[in-house]
């Protein structure tokens, strides 16, 4: 175990001592295959790095899940650093000095931490569900972009696959028994507590953004703008005015 934490000190001071370079790689789906979850990862994580105002190109591959490290998407390529997901890459931006939250108390870092982990918890197992277990949206939305990068029979064989993995991830979490009805009921809930904390600040935590804001936008942002046989998960982010004028103040501030 001394050898496995005294590497990750050497790759983190390593990490820091190297600039951020100009041309940082996110790698990301392509655009007609990215599904939903996936679309609010990489947005997420594209949110994060504007934020930090830190340069990035996006790099969009068809198998892109399997040069993933974690085989998750996005993954950032950072000189001889390959990191993927959101946390990760706010640690690895935090050897580069580079940290949203220096200013805050542990309390508040904490209340952040507990706020994403709502997010990722309920809106982000919604995502799967809806994407992958919900019927009308699996055939006419998930499954044919999934399947369209690859040829025959491989494109089946993969998309099966993938929505075996998620049924497996979502049945460990007590998801997959759900009800579509009892899962929209979560994002319900969780939206009317995200709403309550945004209130009327400009961000989550005030007038400055965090990763939480980062996280709130990619997850809000898909939702919001994938059209779904069944939309109702969006229906329920659209009751609440500001979250949706959130999500329209971080897409003009930092994407357009």
């Not at 190297?18 to 392509?30: G, I, N, T, V």
């Not at 946390?87 to 706020?115: C, Q, W």
């Not at 009751?239 to 103040?249: A, G, M, T, Y």
Request: glycine fraction near 4%.
């Amino acid at each position: 175990m001394a050898s496995v934490i005294l590497t990750e000190s050497i790759e983190v001071e390593l990490g820091a001592s190297e600039p951020w370079p100009s041309h940082a790689q996110l790698f990301e789906p392509l655009e007609g295959q990215i599904t939903l979850s996936d679309l609010a990862h990489c947005t997420s994580v594209e949110a994060f790095l504007h934020m930090c105002h830190l340069p990035f190109v996006i790099d969009r591959r068809r198998n892109v899940h399997h040069m993933s490290p974690s085989g998750v998407v996005p993954f950032l390529k950072c000189g001889a650093f390959v990191i993927s997901e959101l946390e990760p890459i706010v640690g690895f931006t935090r050897t580069k000095g580079h940290n949203l939250t220096e200013a805050m108390s542990p309390k508040e870092e904490a209340d952040i931490r507990a706020y994403m982990a709502l997010i990722e918890n309920i809106l982000g197992n919604a995502e799967l569900y809806i994407s992958w277990l919900e019927k009308s949206v699996f055939y006419e939305y998930t499954s044919p972009r999934y399947q369209s990068v690859f040829p025959w029979p491989l494109n089946y064989a993969l998309m099966w696959l993938k929505r075996r993995q998620v049924y497996n991830c979502l049945y460990s979490l007590g998801w997959a028994k759900k009800s579509t009805e009892e899962v929209v009921e979560e994002v319900a809930e969780a939206c009317q507590a995200l709403s309550e904390k945004l209130a009327k600040m400009e961000y989550f935590s005030g007038e400055s953004p965090t990763e939480l804001d980062a996280l709130a936008y990619g997850h809000l942002h898909a939702i919001l703008t994938t059209t779904l046989p069944d939309n109702r998960i969006a229906t329920e982010v659209r009751k609440h005015s500001n979250l949706v004028e959130f999500v329209n103040q971080v897409q003009e501030k930092y994407f357009l």
